[in-house]
């Protein structure tokens, strides 16, 4: 409010001049300035702003570097990568010859498929049927195999029941000797030791015949336990020789990128366990190895949010990888300069950047820079931090 004359009376003619002529715009500037101070004031004192803690860094594979291998080893018919190609887990790599395995596949299947004939006609003699019952496979696919089997069981059935039959008859005449005899003996006619004779004879026929028929039934019992023995083996041996042919083909064992390729000359031959490709995994998620200094250690700890930056991919337009840190070493390693530091590792949730509905990959070996959330200041204390330090060490100087 601008003073009255009568009020200028009271006061000094410098003063009253100063009064009298004072413009009201000068006062509203002053409660603008202080209304602005204060606000500014209580805003650096509520609002807070994120602690950011640094490390650089690069990204690292998620897995350990794939090296693939066969077991056996052998000649490269095909390769079908080369260094740098994307590939999927299962995707076929290579090709190793096949032609050795092959061959001791079929000569493997022709000895199970006659062992499997054999054993079905033995079954046949010791049960004593008068037909063979050969496998469905056997019966289809091996009709030479049931043609031979079939002759060889006719053939020793036919010579068992013609000893049968011959000593069957011999029986009979014997029998039909003895019983004419024992009349005779009895009324003295013949001596006992003949009878006696008769009767050893007649017994010794029909234990001959026992034996044969047991003979038959033994040696087939026999026979098939050992030729089952035998199946066993083989059966092994050509599950064997398929998987080896089924690891001829040299699959990826992960999806990832083809690091190094050992072998390119079709034809060379790569020994056992021998390097042959090796493949840099991708993963849906990416591991950020950084390096911390010291210094800044103190306030970071495991599952703390972080926010990685790649050199590749401009922040402002691409963004960044939201992650998580997962390990930091338990000492400080040092580098060539000399200069010590900690080592973190930060989880990524993804493995591509987007912009839009554009994705664009993430790499092992990209340069990033990583930002660990550590806490919230006011951005009050930020002002007053280096007040604050300079009175900590204020008047301390020697």
């Known amino acids: 409010m601008k003073p009255t004359k009568s009020d200028l009376d009271f006061v000094a003619d410098s003063k009253a001049a100063f009064l009298e002529n004072r413009s009201p715009y000068a006062s509203m500037l002053l409660l603008v300035i202080v209304g602005l101070a204060a606000a500014f004031t209580f805003w650096a004192g509520t609002s807070s702003v994120d602690e950011i803690t640094k490390g650089q860094g690069k990204i690292v594979p998620g897995k350990f570097l794939q090296v693939v291998q066969n077991l056996e080893g052998g000649m ?110 009895e009324k003295g006619i013949v001596s006992q030791v003949e009878l006696l004779r008769l009767e050893s004879a007649m017994n010794d026929t029909e234990a001959e015949l026992a034996r044969i028929r047991s003979e038959y039934t033994k040696d087939a019992l026999a026979q098939k336990s050992e030729a089952e023995v035998q199946l066993a083996r083989i059966e092994q041996s050509i599950v064997a020789f398929k998987d080896k042919i089924r690891r001829a083909s040299v699959l990826a064992p992960v999806s990832g990128i083809i690091n190094k390729v050992h072998f390119n000359t079709i034809g060379g031959v790569i ?22 200094l010291p210094s800044d250690i103190a306030f970071i700890h495991p599952g703390q949010e972080a926010t990685v930056k790649l050199t590749a991919y401009d922040f402002s337009i691409y963004g960044g990888l939201k992650g998580v840190v997962e390990h930091i070493s338990a000492d400080t390693m040092m580098d060539e300069q000399g200069d010590s530091y900690y080592t973190i590792r930060v989880r990524t949730g993804e493995r591509t950047l987007k912009t839009g509905k554009e994705k664009f990959k993430v790499i092992p070996g990209m340069q990033a820079e990583v930002d660990i959330l550590t806490g919230e200041k006011t951005i009050l204390d930020y002002i007053f931090k280096p007040l604050m330090r300079a009175k900590m060490n204020a008047l301390t100087e020697r």
Do not use: C, W, Y
């Not at 091996?142 to 008859?169: A, G």
């Open 271 to 292: 020994r056992s366990g021998e390097p042959i490709i090796e493949i840099v995994p991708l993963e849906n998620e990416l591991i950020v190895e950084a390096k911390v």
């Open 76 to 185: 490269l018919a095909k390769l079908n990568v080369s260094e740098g190609d994307v590939v999927l887990e299962k995707d076929p790599l290579l090709e190793l010859d096949t032609t050795a395995f092959t061959a001791n596949l079929n000569d493997s299947t022709t000895q199970r498929d006659s062992l499997l004939a054999t054993i079905s006609r033995l079954e046949a003699e010791a049960s004593d049927r008068s037909k063979i019952e050969f496998p469905e496979q056997i019966l289809e696919k091996r009709p030479d195999l049931v043609e031979s089997e079939t002759r060889l069981f006719d053939s020793k059935r036919v010579n068992l029941e013609e000893s049968i039959q011959h000593l069957t008859k011999s029986l009979s005449l014997k029998t039909e000797e003895l019983e004419m005899t024992r009349p005779l003996a």
